[in-house]
């Protein structure tokens, strides 16, 4: 393969610029992955107003209501007596009723006739007056955890303000009548009685004593609450459900904002508009730092692999030979890949050379149990050649030939820019059908940018739950403008996938071998 003179042009159009997705399909995809999170906040939050409801003191509330009637303004026979005057606002007769009743005094009062033992002022607190919209009446709402009590303190409470409004004003007749009699003696016989003289006064405010505040009457009784005011178990429940879905759903979204990580694979479409080759199975409890060998991994993966196999030949066709595997990050599952792929094109009868670049993070060897005493860092200093690096392990078969960082490798790292891995690339094409490169993640080790321009193609590996979406982000962008169009993206840990015995082993057979070191 000739070493072409310049970096390909960029291709772009596969590189959407950032855009934040929006709409209802993927406001349902947020709910639908995160329906644990919505279903758990929306259990907890009906659990806390079930408890509410059942351990909660009961309250019930009672309500008497006083009827305001205002004394007409400039009316001799109620002037300065402090009664409830009318005015050209009716809203502000009944407020200014309401703060009038509302007194220390008159809780006092209805504490003492009913004969409690709580202070005046908890009477006080346990009752609320409100004016009634509309209208000249007044409610005293009484609060107390039994019916009965509700009823009677609202009661009480209503007739003890109507009359400490009474006493009230009965004190201030009092006090007005006898000055008025004083001035009245002073007037001639003639002038002492009759219409508009002071002994009309007199006799006005004497009736007025005999009788209750004109203006403060109770316009109706409280009635025996037939059941608690609160707690209302069933509107807690209710209440508790959509205060856990709105929570839920509010959480779900936050933590979608939040969550760096790949969840799904309509995000990688977002990030880039190529093909996504295969889904690969992603076994949690075979998740380490060492790569899966294929003796250790279940048939259907295998397939994966293979599947990976066929989709990359056809997006790149038989021309283009050599193929890096790369990630945005390392334990994204690239050397896995890797591995496999070098295996599955080996299993298919062609020649295959698996080249580890990373050089910093070796783990190949460990992987399927060699030591290497010649590898690449041997090759590109010229301590040894290139076929003779080359060896192969018993279980892989004789078609898969490794070539792996060797002891003192990471110091070359910078070799990897060099024309000298150039021509390892062109060398082992020659040797093999296909050259499988294992590269560091581009985005942490940028000296193999110029490897991913010298082979004729690049697999992007994303994992879900594991890559971070800025690091794919950066990724994209470091190829495109290194002139990388990649072929596409293999997908590990696939939402998609569907379990099946059809790539099961038939019985008395086995998917594992026995590694060998050499």
């Given amino acids: 393969m000739a070493a072409p003179e310049a970096p390909r042009p ?3 159009a596969w590189l959407p610029p950032r855009t934040e997705s929006q709409g209802f399909v993927r406001y349902l995809a947020t709910v639908r992955e995160r329906w644990w999170l919505i279903l758990a906040v929306t259990v907890i939050a009906t659990l806390v107003a079930g408890v509410y409801a059942t351990k909660t003191a009961k309250v019930y509330k009672a309500e008497a209501d006083v009827l305001i009637t205002p004394a007409v303004q400039g009316d001799a026979a109620t002037s300065g007596l402090g009664l409830v005057t009318e005015s050209s606002d009716p809203t502000q007769v009944t407020t200014t009723a309401a703060r009038i009743l509302y007194t220390s005094p008159v809780a ?13 002022d908890d009477i006080q607190s346990r009752i609320t007056i409100e004016p009634i919209a509309q209208s000249n009446l007044v409610a005293v709402i009484a609060s107390a955890p039994t019916a009965l009590g509700a009823q009677q303190l609202a009661n009480s409470y209503a007739q003890a303000a109507v009359d400490r409004r009474t006493s009230i004003l009965h004190t201030e007749i009092d006090s007005l009548i006898p000055s008025l009699q004083r001035r009245q003696a002073t007037l001639p016989p003639d002038e002492r009685t009759g219409s508009g003289t002071l002994g009309e006064r007199i006799a006005d405010l004497q009736a007025l004593r005999a009788g209750s505040d004109p203006t403060v009457r109770i316009a109706s009784r409280p009635e025996l609450p037939a059941s608690p005011a609160s707690p209302k178990p069933k509107l ?15 959480a779900a979204f936050a933590s979608q904002s939040l969550d760096p990580r790949l969840r799904r694979e309509d995000q990688l479409r977002d990030l880039f508009r190529l093909p996504l080759l295969a889904r690969i199975p992603d076994r949690r409890s075979q998740r380490g730092s060492t790569p899966l060998s294929p003796a250790v991994l279940q048939p259907d993966t295998l397939e994966a692999y293979r599947t990976l196999r ?67 860092g041997s090759v590109l200093i010229g301590e040894s050649r290139l076929t003779d690096a080359l060896f192969t392990v018993p279980e892989f078969g004789d078609r898969l030939d490794f070539l792996l960082a060797d002891r003192g490798a990471a110091a070359l790292v910078d070799r990897l820019s060099l024309p000298a891995v150039h021509q390892l690339v062109d060398d082992a094409c020659r040797l093999a059908d296909y050259v499988i490169i294992d590269s560091p993640p581009l985005t942490e080790v940028v000296d193999a940018l110029q490897l991913a321009q010298r082979v004729d193609a690049v697999l992007m590996i994303a ?11 950066d990724l994209g962008e470091m190829l495109a403008q290194g002139g990388i169009a990649p072929a596409g993206v293999a997908v590990l840990g696939s939402e998609k996938i569907i379990e099946s015995s059809y790539y099961q082993m038939p019985a008395g057979s086995s998917a594992k071998v026995t590694k060998t070191v050499s």
């Fill in 108 to 120: 006092a009062l209805a504490r003492q006739r009913l004969h409690l033992s709580a202070s005046a």
């Fill in 10 to 12: 960029a291709t772009v």
């Fill in 463 to 473: 994992r879900l739950g594991v890559s971070r979406l800025n690091r794919l982000a």
């Fill in 236 to 250: 807690a429940l209710a209440a508790g459900i959509l205060a856990g879905l709105i929570l839920g759903l509010g």
């Fill in 310 to 376: 066929s989709t990359l030949t056809a997006a790149i066709g038989d021309d283009r030979r050599s193929i890096l595997v790369t990630s945005s990050a390392a334990g994204e599952g690239k050397t896995t890949t890797a591995l496999n792929l070098a295996y599955a094109f080996a299993q298919a009868g062609h020649d295959v050379i698996l080249i580890e670049a990373d050089l910093r993070r070796p783990t190949i060897a460990s992987a399927i149990g060699v030591r290497p005493v010649e590898g690449l």
